[in-house]
């Protein structure tokens, strides 16, 4: 019996524990309730109360045309905008690490904000008042920023940024000067401090009207840039080409005698336009291939002739025989190898090629004709194969057989020569210049002597016709024709 008392009062006692531990945390809930209950009406108090102020005032961190105005009123912010006009500064920042400030009371900078301020007030939601705190509003309103030009003028002048002493222009990616072997390097581009006026007036404007601290000119786009950098496709298409032109090499062969043409030359010819372009200048290229055909030509040019009898005489400039470059179709064939960059070694174009490029041009099958002495020389290979006598042009009726070095330019049967005053079948007929040439002439049973003084022919050389028949056998077109 003992027994089950002291267990029943120990059981009743733990019951009783429980039960208090059970209120004990029924009381700890229900203050929580209370102070959570408490604690949301005193944020509901707070967020209306936000929201009452926020009618009447910006939202918190809310900047308009970059005047902080966040919780102020229409007229807190109007006297901020006014203050900020009254100490408001701009800093230039400019190239070589300069700056320059303009001051709004040298330029008598106002504000007039009108009812703009209102207006936008009216617009925003007081109630997101909460959101605002950590974020920032940028607003822009209407004003009217107002400042004086003509002092605007005037602080500029003063100015380093505007002094064109010290301005200097940019300058595009070039390229250096030519080093034999080498080649072109680019320089690089100059940034310079050139005002681009138009541009920089109006970023000017901008900036005081919306009341910034700084303008950065450069990154602005203020500043006349260099249009082509060194990373730019045209400077390194420029690059390759100049240096395509100068590292090609031309070897032109005139016999034995070689011209080479290399960087050394076409350097000189580098023309760079303003958009990269290279280009060669035509006019220095057609004087160095002029000079070549100056050099090399023997076109119209008197020579020397060592005659049957083993005189010299000279054979007098003028005649149509020797060596002529064609000058445009070499410039051509020149500007096609440097624009492929492809070296080559070889001849000029020519219109008219000689025997040979050694001297004397006209070689050892040629033609040697004395009016003098009223005869000819037909030589093959350095022997004289036919000669015979002629009548030549009848110089007292103004009509000579024209000196000089000629070639002969065909041959044909059977012709009838016609000019003023006569009309003369041949049948073997060999012109070397303007209507005149060798010819039979059946009309005639002497040649020689001085038969042409008074009874020449009109400037042709009249042979006997055999003989006319043996030199048209014989003789090429091309032949030298050498009249002394």
Same mark, same amino acid.
């Given at each position: 019996?003992?027994?089950?008392?002291?267990?029943?009062?120990?059981?009743?006692?733990?019951?009783?524990?429980?039960?208090?531990?059970?209120?004990?945390?029924?009381?700890?809930?229900?203050?929580?309730?209370?102070?959570?209950?408490?604690?949301?009406?005193?944020?509901?108090?707070?967020?209306?109360?936000?929201?009452?102020?926020?009618?009447?005032?910006?939202?918190?961190?809310?900047?308009?045309?970059?005047?902080?105005?966040?919780?102020?009123?229409?007229?807190?912010?109007?006297?901020?905008?006014?203050?900020?006009?009254?100490?408001?500064?701009?800093?230039?920042?400019?190239?070589?690490?300069?700056?320059?400030?303009?001051?709004?009371?040298?330029?008598?900078?106002?504000?007039?904000?009108?009812?703009?301020?209102?207006?936008?007030?009216?617009?925003?939601?007081?109630?997101?008042?909460?959101?605002?705190?950590?974020?920032?509003?940028?607003?822009?309103?209407?004003?009217?920023?107002?400042?004086?030009?003509?002092?605007?003028?005037?602080?500029?002048?003063?100015?380093?940024?505007?002094?064109?002493?010290?301005?200097?222009?940019?300058?595009?990616?070039?390229?250096?000067?030519?080093?034999?072997?080498?080649?072109?390097?680019?320089?690089?581009?100059?940034?310079?401090?050139?005002?681009?006026?138009?541009?920089?007036?109006?970023?000017?404007?901008?900036?005081?009207?919306?009341?910034?601290?700084?303008?950065?000119?450069?990154?602005?786009?203020?500043? +006349?840039?260099? /249009?082509?950098?060194?990373?730019?496709?045209?400077?390194?298409?420029?690059?390759?080409?100049?240096?395509?032109?100068?590292?090609?090499?031309?070897?032109?062969?005139?016999?034995?005698?070689?011209? +080479?043409?290399?960087?050394?030359?076409?350097?000189?010819?580098?023309?760079?336009?303003?958009?990269?372009? +290279?280009?060669?200048?035509?006019?220095?290229?057609?004087?160095?291939?002029?000079?070549?055909?100056?050099?090399?030509?023997?076109?119209?040019?008197?020579?020397?002739?060592?005659?049957?009898?083993?005189?010299? /005489?000279?054979?007098?400039?003028?005649?149509?025989?020797?060596?002529?470059?064609?000058?445009?179709?070499?410039?051509?064939?020149?500007?096609?190898?440097?624009?492929?960059?492809?070296?080559?070694?070889?001849?000029?174009?020519?219109?008219?090629?000689?025997?040979?490029?050694?001297?004397?041009?006209?070689?050892?099958?040629?033609?040697?004709?004395?009016?003098?002495?009223?005869?000819?020389?037909?030589?093959?290979?350095?022997?004289?194969?036919?000669?015979?006598?002629?009548?030549?042009?009848?110089?007292?009726?103004?009509?000579?057989?024209?000196?000089?070095?000629?070639?002969?330019?065909?041959?044909?049967?059977?012709? +009838?020569?016609?000019?003023?005053?006569?009309?003369?079948?041949?049948?073997?007929?060999?012109?070397?210049?303007?209507?005149?040439?060798?010819?039979?002439?059946?009309?005639?049973?002497?040649?020689?002597?001085?038969?042409?003084?008074?009874?020449?022919?009109?400037?042709?050389?009249?042979?006997?016709?055999? /003989?006319?028949?043996?030199?048209?056998?014989?003789?090429?077109?091309?032949?030298?024709?050498?009249?002394?």
């Amino acid at each position: 019996m003992a027994s089950e008392t002291q267990t029943e009062k120990r059981d009743g006692a733990q019951t009783q524990m429980r039960s208090r531990r059970q209120q004990h945390k029924r009381q700890k809930r229900q203050q929580k309730l209370v102070i959570a209950a408490v604690v949301l009406v005193l944020l509901g108090i707070i967020y209306l109360a936000g929201a009452l102020y926020f009618r009447n005032h910006f939202l918190p961190h809310t900047v308009i045309n970059g005047v902080a105005c966040g919780g102020r009123s229409v007229e807190q912010s109007t006297a901020q905008f006014e203050k900020t006009a009254a100490d408001y500064t701009l800093a230039l920042k400019e190239r070589d690490d300069k700056e320059e400030v303009i001051s709004g009371s040298d330029i008598d900078l106002e504000v007039h904000l009108g009812d703009s301020l209102e207006q936008l007030l009216d617009s925003q939601n007081g109630f997101t008042w909460i959101a605002h705190i950590f974020g920032r509003a940028e607003d822009t309103v209407e004003t009217a920023v107002t400042y004086d030009s003509s002092k605007l003028q005037q602080v500029l002048a003063e100015m380093d940024c505007m002094d064109s002493e010290q301005i200097y222009d940019s300058q595009n990616a070039s390229l250096s000067e030519y080093q034999e072997g080498a080649g072109y390097e680019l320089t690089d581009e100059v940034y310079g401090t050139r005002i681009n006026e138009e541009v920089f007036y109006d970023r000017l404007d901008q900036a005081i009207t919306e009341f910034a601290s700084e303008l950065d000119l450069s990154e602005s786009g203020c500043y +006349v840039d260099p /249009v082509y950098t060194a990373d730019s496709e045209e400077a390194q298409n420029m690059l390759e080409t100049a240096n395509r032109y100068v590292n090609t090499t031309i070897t032109w062969q005139f016999g034995e005698n070689e011209e +080479v043409l290399d960087g050394s030359v076409i350097s000189q010819w580098i023309q760079v336009g303003d958009d990269c372009s +290279v280009t060669l200048d035509s006019e220095k290229e057609a004087e160095y291939i002029s000079d070549l055909a100056s050099k090399y030509d023997t076109k119209w040019k008197s020579r020397t002739l060592v005659t049957h009898s083993g005189e010299t /005489v000279t054979v007098p400039a003028g005649g149509n025989y020797g060596w002529r470059m064609n000058q445009d179709e070499t410039i051509a064939a020149l500007n096609g190898y440097l624009e492929n960059g492809e070296n080559y070694t070889g001849e000029v174009v020519y219109y008219q090629r000689a025997a040979q490029y050694d001297d004397p041009d006209y070689g050892d099958t040629y033609v040697e004709v004395s009016i003098s002495d009223q005869h000819f020389w037909y030589y093959q290979n350095g022997t004289v194969v036919l000669e015979s006598d002629f009548v030549s042009g009848d110089p007292t009726k103004g009509h000579d057989t024209p000196k000089g070095a000629y070639q002969l330019a065909y041959k044909a049967r059977d012709q +009838v020569l016609e000019g003023e005053g006569y009309s003369s079948p041949v049948d073997y007929w060999m012109p070397f210049v303007d209507g005149v040439g060798f010819h039979d002439a059946s009309w005639r049973d002497r040649f020689g002597g001085n038969i042409y003084q008074g009874d020449g022919s009109h400037g042709c050389l009249n042979l006997p016709s055999s /003989v006319a028949k043996q030199l048209y056998d014989m003789i090429e077109a091309g032949t030298a024709i050498l009249v002394y």
